[in-house]
């Protein structure tokens, strides 16, 4: 113990003691003014950039700050740097083997805040996924689905696979397929399904509602109609206007039909015999 | 002389309820059921169809609980003790209009057309001192519409039902539209096709005239010279409305963005 305490007399001199405490004061300010200067930079760029990407370049130019000022704190307590860089060297390459996936889904991260192909607030689909951008950070990308649960995406993924943006654009077009039975006049159905969405106050005038003659199908006319809706007022739309659709197929007496299967005999043979059955 | 079969009958202005009282408003295709009790206004609105209906009337006060009928949508405000002052205004809408003329045409160059317009009104419902608003509702929700060069550029606007017209005696006038004369300056060499003009109402005021009737006031577009259109927003109401009183300031100040745009964004 008294041997210990003579050593450590005898390494703290008064001049080891000046240093230790230069390096601490170095540290102390270094650490509050790195903080204050990153902050800084994050509120400048978030007038210029998005809220994330501001973020992260605070994040980054802390990082870089903190660095900096170790080096020097540890320069004032006399260490020589080139053993301490050639050291960090080797560890940065042992580092980087073994930390392979978490780098490159860092550079993936910057990448996507260059691209900005979506931001925080979007409905976005990736990989069969779809959900609410929640959070962007350096390693992943967090969705909220519209069940409510959390889902990583790391950012190597998003770079990887197509990423769908639904509300990139202020609107956007809702399509829906429907059939009618053949018998049914085709102009009279063009005309309601036009009627339905002029009435709907949703259903945007300009650019006008789409209609397609999608061809002759098994049991019906396939039809395609498309209407252009505010993205934020989609949902409520799709089902307004479906079932709006449907009350006005059926107040015109229009079939929606479902597969049929019919007999055909042939003509050389006789048709199906037909019982009337008598209940009462 | 401009005829007309609207009742007279004035909606807006300040309105007096005493406690445990209601009121009744039918404002063209639209109907208000206004209440007041010791801590709570109710507010019910329902509508039909816009140009099925016309007219105005006010029933007020009305004692006991107001009957609405169902499928009327009621809307609640507690407050700790409610004044008997109500004030109901009309305001122009909260996104600019769209309004197609009847059959599209040119503006042929240095020439200035008269262009008539009817926008849908909304209703403020406002009470206290100093004013809470209560409603501010459309008297008819008008369809949405987009207007700009692209689906992935322009505005979000409302479109008109009614057709803009070049004479005032083909507009018809209804307690719940208000009518903007819209002069239409080419100044150009080249003529101008207008299907569609996109109308900043929410930068509007509103003035009644001396017959009930309601107009804003007057709008000069300013087109031909370069790509830029400028929209110039008169200071009173037009000739045409006698004796012509504000009655609403607009919902938003114009700024020179607004007014001074390209003329793709204006007109289509």
Known sequence: MSEAFSWLSGFITPERAISLLRAGIILALGIIIARLLSSGLGKIMKKRTSPQQAATISKISFYFLITLIIISA???????????????GILTVAVGFASQTSASNIISGLFLLADRPFQVGDIVEV??????????????????????????IPN?????????????????????????????????VRKILFDVAARNPLSLEEPAPIFIFKGYGDSSIDLLFGVWVKKENFLLLTNSIKEEIKAAFDENGIEIPFPHRTLYTGSVTDPFPVTLVNKA | MRKSNITKRIWWGSFTFPE????KWRIGPATFWIERSIHEWRVAYKAVDELAENGAEVALPLQGPVEHGSGVAVTRFGMSKTTGNLTITPVLADRSVVIRPETPFYILPNQDVAFYVSSPLWVRIETGDPPVVLRDIPIFRPSDTWFGPSTMEGELCYADRVYGR?????????????????FLQNQGSGSIFLERLNLPVPNLSIYEAEDGYLWTQA??????????????????????????????????????SILSRALKNLII
């Not at chain 1, 962007?136 to 990308?141: D, G, H, P």
């Not at chain 2, 445990?20 to 009121?23: A, F, L, Q, R």
């Not at chain 2, 070049?166 to 819209?182: C, G």
């Open chain 1, 127 to 152: 990989g069969g996924t779809m959900g609410i951008v929640n959070d962007m950070e350096l390693l992943s990308v967090k969705l909220r689905t519209f069940q409510n649960a959390l889902v990583r």
């Open chain 1, 74 to 88: 540890l320069r004032e307590m006399g260490f020589d740097l080139s053993v301490l860089l050639g050291a960090a």
């Open chain 2, 20 to 23: 445990n009282t209601g009121g």
């Open chain 1, 156 to 188: 190597e993924e998003m770079i990887k696979t197509q990423v769908i943006n639904y509300t990139q654009y202020p609107i956007r077009r809702i399509d829906i397929e429907l059939g009618v039975a053949y018998k049914e006049d085709i102009s009279k």
């Open chain 2, 219 to 256: 709008v000069t577009l300013k087109m031909g010279i370069g790509k830029k259109a400028e929209l110039e927003l008169k200071k009173k109401a037009p000739a045409a409305a006698k004796n012509p009183k504000l009655i609403s300031g607009p919902r938003q100040k114009a700024e020179k």
């Open chain 2, 166 to 182: 070049l004479k005032l005696e083909d507009i018809k006038f209804r307690p719940h539209r208000a009518i903007t004369v819209v």
